[in-house]
């Protein structure tokens, strides 16, 4: 059975950094890509960030290219997201998702606000 387990978030000043972490467990951790989604309320779900299987290429969306940073360790079947000089608009729920059957993680709070 597939399983996501999130962790970090909370609360950060604009201009800040929180990280968040998710590890999987269930299927073959280093074999599929991993992504990070946000969601805000009365919004769609929003791709953040991916990195592929082995970690050597990374894609951003645009508003955060620069500021996030995305990882994984396979040997610890973990994925972060490093999210750096924080905006007010990165508030969110933000979701790590797994590619070998689509699982979500539960989701993890991030809240930017002076």
């Known amino acids: 059975q597939v399983q996501l387990v999130q962790s970090g978030g909370g609360e950060a000043q604009p201009g800040g950094s929180l990280s968040v972490s998710c590890v999987a467990s269930?299927?073959?951790?280093?074999?599929?890509?991993m992504m990070w989604y946000r969601q805000t309320p009365g919004r769609h779900r929003e791709f953040v960030a991916s990195i592929t299987s082995s970690g050597d290429s990374s894609e951003y969306e645009d508003s955060v290219k620069g500021r996030f940073t995305i990882s994984r360790d396979n040997a610890k079947n973990m994925v972060y997201l490093q999210m750096d000089n924080l905006r007010p608009e990165d508030t969110a729920v933000y979701y790590c998702?797994?590619?070998?059957?689509?699982?979500w993680g539960p989701g993890t709070q991030v809240t930017v606000s002076s």
């Open positions: 998702r797994e590619l070998s059957v689509g699982t």
């Open positions: 269930g299927f073959d951790f280093s074999s599929y890509s």
